[in-house]
Structures are given as C-alpha cells and as structure tokens.
C-alpha cells in the first residue's frame, strides 16, 4: 500500500471509530458489535505504531499517554461555575416558581427545563476550533485544577466536536460520574488489595478525576452527562436553554435522555416524583432534580444571587432510609485519641450503595438511642454524609441482644482508655506511641487546608507509618525516593512527584503551620487567629495561658490545650525537626493597626466590586472576624445587593448596616 493510501486508511479508520463512538455514546444506539469496533481500534493502533510521524493529538488512540503531572495547574473560570439553591419540600419549589412569577411579571407558566441532578462532580471542557483544549475542576467556582490529561480518558467525551457549525471557542460544563456498577467493581478490587473503599460513587469520581497520572484515571469507569455552556465564541446561541442542550449533541456531546421540557410548577412536580421512583433503577446516583427556566432571555431578567443563578434550582431527594441489623461494635481511634463507635451492619442497599457501617458517634448517643449489638436499626444515608443510625426496631429485638461496652484498652495500642467527666469522648492515651493516632496526625498535617502536600494521601501514610518510614510528621521531610519507590502501588515516577511536592510544602504560612501541627480545638480560623496576634512562633510558644485568652475567640479549654502542647517536649522536639528541614513562612504582616481587632463582621447579598470570599479576607487582614451568621456579638452587617434573612435579623438586633460604599470606606 502506497503512504498516501496508509494515511488515508488511519484517516477514515478514525473517523469511523468517532462516529461508533457518537453512536455508542451519545445516540446510546450502537450499529456495530464490540468486536468489530475493537478491531477499527487495533488496525488504526498498529498503523499509527508503524508511523508515529501520522499521530495527532485528537487521534481516538491518544486518550491516555500523558507524563504524570507534579501537581494541577490553576484554571480561572472566565464565567463562574455557580452552585444552585436547594429546594426539600413541594413547599419550596411552589415559592420558587411564585417568587419566579413575580419577577416576571407573569400569571402564565413558566416553561422549565428539568434535569436529573447528578451526583458526581462539575468540569468545565474547552473546545477551540472543535479541539479539546482544557478542561477543569470547578475548584471553588472562580478557580479550578487543570484536569485536561484526566478528561481525555474518558471515551464518551469527544477529543474533537463533530458536525459543520463548530464554534470558534466553546466551552461546555457538565457532571463527571461513575455508574453505580463501576463504582462497586472499584471498590471489590480495592477490598482483595486491601486498600480502602470509596464511601460512594460520588467521592470515588472525585479521586479518580483528581489523579496526577491519568494512567490511573484512565483505569476508572468515569461518565458524562453536559448540562449547560460556559464561554462560546463565534456562535449564534439558540434562545432556549433546551435548544442548547440539543446542540451539544448534535456537536457529539453527551446529555442525559431524561431531560424535559415542561410549562409550570405543577408539571415540575411531576416530574421530581417520576424521577423519585425511577431513581433506584438508573445506572447511577442522582441526588435530586434541577428546574431551570428554559428561556435564555427570561434566565437573564431573572439573573443571580451571591453564587447562584435566581433562574434555576435543585429539588432535592429526601434522605433514604433502611433497616439492617448491627452485626458488631468496633472503635476507631481518631486523631486526638477519640473513640468512636462504629457500628458494623448486615450490608443493605441504601439508594444503589451497599452499606456496611454506620457511625454510632459516642456512647452518650449510644445510650440515648439504646443500641445494642444484634438489634434491627434503621439507617439513613443522606448524600455524601456517612450513614447513621437512627433508631432502634425495638418490636424486632431478640433476648440474645448484647450490651455495647467501651473498651478499658485502644483496640490499636493497647494503653488506657480515659473519658474525661463532663466530656462525651472516650480517648486512648497513647498519644503519639499509638499507630491509629500517629497516622490521623500525619493525614492531617498533609491535608489541603494544612500543609497541602498532594499526593500523601490516607492509605500512602497507612503504608508509611505501617513500614516504620514515619513516627511524626517531621519524618515526612526526610522521606527517600528509594523508601517510597518500594511501596505499593509507588514507582520511581510517583515518587519523585511526591517529593517535589514535599519540597514545595516547606513554604507555608505561619496560619498553616499551626493548623497543621493539629493541636487539640486549634481549627483553621483559630489558627489564624493565633497566628495574627503572636506573629512568631517563640511568642506564641511562650505564651501563657493567660495570655492566649486574651487572642479573640479563645477561652480557657483552647488556651489550656495550646499551652500544653507547646510544653510538650516531644512536640517541641518535632517542630524544631520541621523547621531544620527548611519549613519556613513569611512574617506575619506586623500591621501597625489592626483597626478591626475585636470587631465582627457579617456579609450578606451580593457585592459588585468583590466576592464575599475577597471581603473576608480583606476584613481578616485587618483584624475583623467575619461571621457566617448575626448575633448580638455582631458589630456590623454589610449588606450587598439582594440580601437574605440575615438583614432582617441585623434590624431586628439594631446591628450597624454598611452598604458597599461604606465597607470600601472602611477598607482603604
Ligand atoms: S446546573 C448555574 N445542572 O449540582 C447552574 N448542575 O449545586 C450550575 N449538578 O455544581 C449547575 N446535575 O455539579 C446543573 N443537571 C444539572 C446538574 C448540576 C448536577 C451539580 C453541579 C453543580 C451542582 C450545583
């Protein structure tokens, strides 16, 4: 066969290897066997083999292949990706088509658009010229991790956009999820490796969407369903947001069948009972239903709130319920010692999840709810939290029933367990001589809000502590490559990755450093706090307790746990070690004044010139506590556009009001 022939071949053998792949997952109408597709798939890999020089990057065989990444790089959203307000009730839904209507102007229906509200997580895909550029998390609505490598491997996303009016940019946004079937062959397969399960397809999507290598991501059956666009370039947009939805498909896009158009609060409802009886049928978990008003130029009349659109809502499913019997009692030993009961059940299918454990919290909830091992429970699992039990069937309770004891000793370390009077905890006293301690301290101190060392992960440090390779955090700064290469599911590469990671964590924040060091009630606020009014760690360190009450929000339990900590020669040993190994921060800003210290602040509606994140945070550096919510400690409520309740209740307190005007006043 001549060049031009062999070119042309790969050619067409991709085209219609895209067109299968359109068929199979968008139209969700395969027209060829798995076979003959898998044979399309080989001749074009074998040829593509025999002339590399031909490969291009949108090639169907180019989805994994990517060098495993140090760490994501940030992706600023031009559009924000919003969240939506919740809706529990028929109640709720009928104010929101009310308040709708109102804004409107209008007695008629309102045309809605429902759509199954997926539970996995929000990405934001680039195309340009009808390329896959990018693609990204949604992060915290403004900034996202680059996930382009991850994305690519999932096969029902196209690499490049079918059809003849391709946008010149087009960013579409939707759900990455993982069928319920894929998530417990996961989790079966992370059991025989004795690795820990996903709590829920939810989560296991995340993990899998945030690997460094998409080696890995590329392993893990992750879905798509697209449910809106993002930034279009060079495009007339339909002017109904359904329209839309119907172009990304006919751009090779993947969007949810179930999606439909209705006129009316009454059909809505409807519609969220349909979709609740079809629920444990469907291939993958939905959490609720979302109504967005179907026309784009009504969507703007109605336009947004702080972080989400005012057009568009989440009908929430109520939290499901079963009943399993608690099989026996186990107890987890947690970062600080605590116990806490777990309750080890007869596994039961709870909305598409198998469940097996459910927390028991401590013994006090234990006692209030009378539990016994070998009794019928009810269990409720709502979204991602972890189950709970919430009552006992007493009229199923055998005499066989036995008694939940708190053990005398750590079921990991074996030193005494003490319960304080007064405290509902029950905790092991072993302290850093215990693994089950050790470890939770270690997970924390490299957690994202912490020290923020990617890739040292929960069962990473399992391994780590298990091996012998960390007694305390500080052992973490002298990890070799040689020592992590050898570990499980570790190779030369991800190695090297988690020490440039390591390395990077060295440059912190004194905030960071205090909140990682894990100290007893010291959460991230308080460490901020702590670090703002001592500045230096000597300070602090010789600081009494007196003297730490004096810091905003701190009473006499934290202060007692600070100062114990830093008397503590063996934390003190270890913080030294931190700081030799080169963990360093800049000094703390010694602001000649901190106008607000001792001032609290609370933001409501919706700022022009900032997000309320970026007021916080200008509010903080000046001293102020900004609160979630208004008391008669509040000093002053900022009031943007569209405030919530929380104006009411500052008038209602006498509370000073700002508006944004007077707040920038204030800032400069
Ligand atoms: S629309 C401006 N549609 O729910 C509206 N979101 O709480 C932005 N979600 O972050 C989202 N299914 O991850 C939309 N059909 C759907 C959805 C959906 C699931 C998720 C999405 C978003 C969250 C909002």
Redesign the pocket.
Known sequence: MSLTDLKKEIIQLRQRIDEHNYYYYVLDNPIISDAEYDKLFQRLKTLEHQHPEWITPDSPTQRVGAAPLGSFAEVKHDIP????ENAFTDEDLIAFDQRIRERLKTHANVEYCC????DG??VSIRYEKGILVRAST?GDGTTGEDITDNIKTIKMIPLHLRGDSIPRVLEVRG?VYMPLKGFQLLNAHAKRQNEKPFANPRNAAAGSLRQLDSRITALRPLEIFC??VGVTESVKLPIKHSEILKNLMGWGLRVSPLIEVVHGVEECLRYYHRMANKRSKLLFEIDGV?YKVNHLAEQEKLGYVTR??RF?I?HKFPAEEASTIIEAVQFQVGRTGALTPVARLKPIHVGGVTISNATLHNMDEIKRKGIHIGDTVIIRRAGDVIPEVVSVVLVKRSMQVKKIILPKHCPICHSMIEQVEDEKVARCTGELICPAQRKETIKHFASRRAMDIEGLGDKLVDQLVDHQLLKNVADIYHLTEDQLANLERMGKKSAQNLLTQIEKSKTTTFDRFLYALGIREVGQATAKQLAMHFKTLSALQKATEEELQMVLDIGPVVAAHAAHFFDESRNMDVIHRLLKAGVHWPDVKISHSLPFLGKTFVLTGTLRTMTRDEAKEKLEKLGAKVAGSVSSKTNYVVVGADPGSKLDKAKALHVELLDEEALQRMLL
């Not at 990706?81 to 939506?84: A, D, E």
């Not at 759509?115 to 997926?118: A, I, S, T």
Request: proline share 11%.
């Open positions: 990706m919003l969240s939506l759509e199954p509200k997926l997580l929000a949604r759900e449910y809106g979302v989400a659109p568009a989440a």
